[in-house]
């Protein structure tokens, strides 16, 4: 059953055209993820199903009564007051109860307890966490999630991919997360030029099928071009052959009868097949196959660093608690120059924290964190309302680099990342967050540096970008510190992991999914060691019982009675152990 209908919608503000021929048909159920480049107006179209905006042109049509939407909006959009209402609006949500289980089960803990010294300090992943459970909690027919997994750890994530398994409305999800729109939609709708198209499947069909329909077009347009080059031969050869005819029938003729006149109809009809052909390419320019478009590139580029000596970080023992909350205690690493490392572990296990520390921005509790006094250390932050909304990037250009030679630079390596002019005098409160994300690349790009700290850096770019970046990451000769929970692009860049868990700070030799699949061995091998347990206790139980019953059958001193009691206490003991095991 249809429950949405899009149909020609169009979308300006001011001079951008956001969205140019949205056609949508939504049915329930449907399990949608919307893609495109950043800028390309998905945002803009949830806000217009949502019924936060209305289109300038086109229309949308809700063909169920009084549906419940539930809008899940980027972590940036939410404010101190908005979680404060959230937890406190409790009467919506049967007394709270179903919200604080959510968020319990999303790992917050006691959130009804917190106040709004506590809110203010919320991580980007706390905040998500939050909204998320808000929204889940009002049971709502259709579901618009705008970038659900920015700032969620893996465990979130893979909450978040059950839930949406088994839940029974409808889903828009807007996300550049490779390995979540895997797992949960079964239909692409792309925005390209303000056009949607439709795929069916998900990402990685997707993304299979638009490169087997952009080869297909290429092939098309490569034999049309073959078609049309024959046409313009012909056209050429004609012309030629009526400008001999036209002077022919100029000529005087003194043998021959009829010699102009012959000459003349020649010339009339090469003309007219000349106009022929000419029609014929027009026809094909505005009804034959298009060139394709090349997708968008992103390029990067980072200067290769010079190495100095072998260990860049070294850290002794070292602990961090704030009051009662232990991040990580007496934990000890080292990290080489030219290591690529992934930091793994869930929201609030002091990942930021430990980078705070390392750029000597907060201090260890106990223990040693040493940091090469040579390092030339470049940090992104997660967040994006950091650039000055007015300025725009040109002015951002200018002010950092006044040099002409580095602002050249600067301009070129934007240009690289698909700024142009017009982006360039955009102020930064016009530009998406992803814009606004490569922006802050743009900046760290420009630094000297030897050690890159990127936390959460692909939050925000589109999926051209993200794919890029991996391109670049993989080949850079730098160190790396990388925090990430797209778990496709922690593979691709990182071959070692510094593990947050139960407290402490790990280094793997491994990459992520080689860790992932350890981990998730030992667990296996814990749960059929546990499920043996039990079978074991089972039979230990039932063994009791029977014992229990057969002693009632004789008196103290027998030797029956001696002997079944003797068997009942070895069991109690044995039954012991394994409880405690």
């Known amino acids: 059953m249809t429950i949405i209908n899009c149909r020609g919608v169009k979308k300006t503000f001011g001079e951008m055209i956001a969205l140019k021929n949205i056609h949508l048909d939504i049915a329930s159920g449907d399990r949608i993820g919307l893609v495109g480049i950043n800028g390309a107006g998905k945002t803009t179209l949830a806000n217009i199903l949502f019924g936060s905006i209305q289109p300038d042109e086109g229309s949308v049509t809700y063909h169920r009564q009084q549906m419940k ?74 579901l618009i999630l705008d970038e659900p997994t920015n700032h969620l750890d893996f465990e979130g994530v893979e909450w978040l991919i059950n839930e949406l398994k088994t839940y029974n409305g409808t889903t828009l999800i807007i996300s550049h997360d490779r390995y979540f729109l895997d797992q949960s939609v079964e239909r692409i709708l792309e925005i390209e030029d303000g056009v949607s198209t439709n795929y069916p499947g998900n990402y990685t069909f997707y993304r299979e099928e638009k490169n087997r329909r952009l080869q297909s077009q290429i092939h098309q347009y490569e034999e049309q071009r073959k078609y049309e080059q024959k046409i313009e031969t012909e056209i050429e050869r004609l012309k030629n052959w009526s400008s001999k005819a036209h002077r022919e029938s100029t000529k005087k003729a003194d043998k021959h009868v009829g010699f ?54 070294e ?9 009662d909350r232990i991040l990580f205690r007496d934990s ?74 580095q602002s050249s630079k600067a301009r070129t390596l934007l240009a690289g990342m698909g700024f142009n002019e017009v982006m360039l005098k955009k102020p930064i409160k016009q530009l998406s967050l992803g814009e606004r994300t490569r922006v802050k690349l743009a900046q760290l790009i420009m630094q000297e ?61 491994v990459g992520f999914e080689e860790y992932k699949a350890q981990a998730d061995q030992k667990k296996a091998a814990v749960k059929d060691n546990k499920e043996e347990l039990n079978e074991q206790r089972m039979i230990i139980e039932n063994r009791i019982a029977y014992l229990l019953g057969e002693i009632s059958k004789f008196k103290p001193g027998d030797s029956s009675y001696e002997s079944l009691d003797q068997e009942f206490k070895q069991l109690i003991k044995q039954k012991q152990q394994l409880l405690e095991r």
């Open 69 to 142: 939407v539930g809008y899940l909006l980027q972590s940036t959009s939410y404010t101190v007051n908005t979680f404060y209402n959230m937890i406190s609006d409790n009467d919506e949500f049967s007394a709270g109860s179903e919200f604080l289980e959510l968020t319990s089960h999303l790992g917050l803990k006691k959130v009804q307890e917190w106040n709004s010294e506590r809110l203010s300090g919320l991580s980007g992943g706390e905040k998500t966490k939050l909204a998320i459970a808000h929204i889940w909690a009002s049971q709502p027919d259709f």
């Open 260 to 313: 102009k006149e012959y000459y003349r109809v020649k010339a009339k009809k090469m003309d007219n097949q000349v106009k022929s052909r000419i029609k014929r390419l027009e026809k094909i320019e505005i009804e034959g196959v298009k060139k394709p478009k090349e997708e968008t590139k992103v390029s990067f580029d980072w200067d290769n660093p010079v190495k100095r000596g072998r260990r860049i970080i």
């Open 315 to 323: 850290a002794g023992l070292i602990s961090k608690a704030y009051a």
């Open 332 to 405: 000890s690493f080292y990290i080489q120059r030219g290591e690529k490392i992934g930091l793994l572990g869930p929201n609030g296990s002091g990942k930021t924290t430990l980078i705070q520390m390392i750029l000597g921005k907060e201090s260890v509790d106990s223990g040693k964190l040493w940091v090469s006094p040579t390092a030339n250390i470049s940090y992104l932050t997660q967040d994006v309302t950091d650039l000055n909304p007015e300025r725009s990037v040109l002015n951002l250009i200018e002010e950092s680099h006044p040099l002409r030679d």
């Open 449 to 509: 540096q030897d050690l890159l700290i990127l936390d959460e850096p692909t939050n925000h770019l589109d999926l051209a970008t993200r794919e890029q970046l991996e391109k670049t990451l993989s080949s850079y000769s730098g160190t790396l510190l990388l925090v990430s929970h797209d778990r496709y692009f922690l593979e691709q860049t990182c071959d070692k992991m510094l593990v947050f868990s139960n407290g402490k700070i790990q280094k793997v030799e």
